[in-house]
């Protein structure tokens, strides 16, 4: 492989300003356009957390209000750990196509300080109450033969040493790819994208230890007697396609208002459209293997969970989730065109949005009233404390992103892979 | 584009009306003509020929070059393949017959009680039923190719001519073959002749 020199790399970086996609107009929004929209969402969102606290006083129940605070944390930080899942395979890969869409993800990914703060406050929340949903920190690890066996990873100390290296890692790698990216929209230093790619390979690596066992200490570990291998799998397959589903939305909106003209064309929708449709059927395989070997095996402690989510109304949302998350999906984003038009793939993303926050309140809401008998469990008319929580977190968490997203420029602009992205095309 | 073009000798013993038109057209020398070669010395030119060659309407005919050409398939006017439809369908079928049958086998045939579990259970049918599945759509989309490539073949009149072997070292070529229904001997001529072909030749069948 040979280098190109200083000199040949200011020309390729010349011509890549030059190119019309990369007029300044295209590549930046009016300023504070997106200002009120964000100021907006932000007070939805404060609003909807108040509604929730007073939810939970209203019903004097804190264990239903956590539980609809924890769906809608889970559901930003799902989107969140996309970004910086996606960003950090882009560079690992070094893909060329993906220049232009890579600072979307960039956005999504700044978001996860935000993230691990709802996550502090849940934490906050669950210590001093001595564990509403994170229910075995009122478990007598005495009397308890499996809490017996647990306890040396179930106790509140290393919960919260857990959640500082967990924030720790996330808000570093974060943190320095965007000062990596940012700082080359300024210098046009290419040697930074080496740099992003070497703390991706790394980053990669601690990437999924962390959302593994981050998906073990808030999700699984809601029922400490339930153990699945598959479960951190399981919460990464939401990860990676609902960033994908977000920043091809984000993408369509601004291309709606007349931005972004040829930097995103549709065969990047048509790229983001493939990899949201594979790992749609991620999820199917992963969601399947997981029940399917607890189904085989059926042994008590691991089938109890599925057990508890396959009666009481469950049951439904489970076969909604099969065939909503799944089939539905699946058939659709089979057809090119419907992968190749941002209407088509921004339509099927908000589906599967509506389907990951589904997916997490079957996950996370039958925990509220496990061991509750069937008849003092409370009817429908508590909706709304759902509603408000996962909404309330989801729009501090849009609002923030929204006013990222107006302040920098929408495309890296001195990538060295600009030129490839910008002349993208599907050949097949 | 019948299958007997590709397959002259199970043809003879097809039944007359499905045999292949008789060819008309003769070469110089008397014998029967196969199809026009036009030779071009660079990409640039055999691509703008194949526009012209398209945009004539020619169906029956090709391009060949000693190396891909990017984006040629548009001057060809190639249409996207119908075979995922066919492999969809094929597929879907394919899966829900697999799935018919597992069910049949352990809920109607052959009810073998396994841990008390329902004999007519999705679960256990679901591997398999993906399985056969992939299979349907792996074997349709690879016979369907060949059959709609018009494979396996094992000859071709061009593969006589001399001076066609250049395809594969410096030279570009598009071919008409007579059985085109537009084809014409002078048209295709004089087509070649406008689109600056450096050389024209006559390919003769056998």
Same mark, same amino acid.
């Given at each position: 492989m040979s280098q190109i020199t200083r000199d040949q790399y200011a020309a390729v970086l010349e011509q890549v300003a030059r190119h019309p996609a990369m007029a300044t107009d295209n590549i930046h929004l009016p300023e504070n356009r997106l200002r009120g929209l964000s100021r907006v969402l932000i007070g939805l969102g404060i609003g909807g957390l108040i509604a929730t606290i007073a939810g939970a006083v209203v019903y004097s129940n804190i264990k239903h209000a956590l539980a609809a605070y924890l769906v809608g944390t889970l559901c930003v930080t799902a989107i969140s750990l996309g970004g910086l899942f996606w960003t950090m395979i882009f560079h690992q890969v070094n893909a060329g196509w993906s220049a232009t869409v890579r600072r979307q993800f960039e956005n999504l990914m700044m978001n996860l300080p935000l993230c691990m703060g709802f996550v502090f406050i849940f934490l906050v929340a669950e210590i001093a109450t001595g564990g509403t949903l994170l229910t075995w920190m009122g478990v007598d690890h005495h009397t308890n033969h499996l809490m017996h066996h647990k306890r040396p990873w179930l106790n509140e100390p290393f919960l919260v040493v857990r959640f500082i290296i967990f924030a720790g890692v996330l808000t570093f790698l974060a943190n320095r790819l965007w000062r990596f990216s940012t700082e080359q929209d300024r210098t046009g230093d290419r040697f930074l994208t080496l740099k992003a790619r070497k703390t991706s390979a790394g980053g990669l690596l601690a990437f999924a230890l962390v959302t593994a066992f981050f998906a073990f200490d808030y999700v699984m570990a809601l029922d400490y007697r339930f153990f699945s291998t598959m479960f951190g799998v399981y919460y990464f397959a939401s990860t990676t396609f609902s960033s994908l589903v977000v920043v091809l939305l984000i993408t369509g909106l601004i291309r709606l208002g007349g931005r972004l003209t040829g930097a995103v064309s549709n065969e990047h929708v048509h790229d983001l459209g493939k990899l949201t449709f594979g790992f749609t059927v991620f999820w199917a395989y992963i969601a399947f293997s997981q029940y399917f070997l607890i189904w085989y095996s059926n042994i008590p402690e691991e089938s109890a969970w599925f057990v508890y989510r396959k009666q009481g109304g469950w049951e439904n949302l489970a076969a909604i989730l099969a065939i909503g998350h799944f089939i539905i999906p699946f058939l659709i984003l089979l057809l090119r065109p419907v992968k190749r038009h941002p209407a088509g793939v921004a339509a099927v993303g908000i589906w599967l949005l509506a389907m990951l926050v589904l997916d997490m309140v079957w996950v996370? &809401?039958?925990?509220?009233?496990?061991?509750? =008998?069937a008849a003092e469990i409370p009817g429908a008319e508590r909706w709304w404390v759902d509603v408000a929580g996962i909404l309330g977190v989801a729009c501090v968490w849009a609002g923030v992103l929204a006013s990222r997203i107006g302040r920098g420029p929408l495309v890296p602009l001195k990538d060295p892979r600009l030129p490839e992205a910008l002349e993208h095309r599907n050949w097949v | 584009m019948a299958v007997a073009d590709y397959f002259p000798l199970p043809a003879k013993y097809l039944p007359r009306a499905l045999q292949p038109a008789p060819n008309r057209h003769l070469a110089a020398d008397g014998s029967p003509l196969h199809g026009l070669l036009a030779e071009f010395d660079t990409a640039p030119g055999v691509y703008h020929a194949a526009e012209h060659v398209r945009d004539a309407g020619f169906t029956a005919w090709d391009l060949h070059s000693p190396f891909p050409l990017h984006g040629v398939e548009d001057a060809m006017g190639f249409k996207r393949t119908k075979l995922p439809i066919a492999v969809g369908v094929i597929a879907l079928t394919g899966a829900g017959l697999g799935y018919l049958m597992q069910w049949w086998m352990s809920a109607v045939a052959y009810r073998l009680p396994v841990q008390g579990k329902p004999f007519g259970a999705w679960e256990p049918f679901t591997p398999i039923t993906f399985e056969i599945g992939v299979l349907s759509a792996a074997f349709t989309a690879l016979i369907g190719m060949l059959a709609l490539n018009g494979l =396996? &073949? *094992? @000859? @071709?009149p061009l593969y006589k @001519?001399? @001076? *066609?072997?250049?395809s594969s070292d410096d030279k570009f070529f598009i071919y008409i073959e007579t059985r085109d229904p537009k084809f014409d001997r002078a048209a295709v001529q004089k087509l070649f002749e406008q689109s600056g072909a450096a050389r024209i030749d006559e390919v003769t069948e056998g």
């Open positions: 996370i &809401r039958p925990m509220v009233y496990v061991g509750i =008998p | =396996p &073949r *094992f @000859h @071709h @001519h001399e @001076h *066609f072997l250049a």
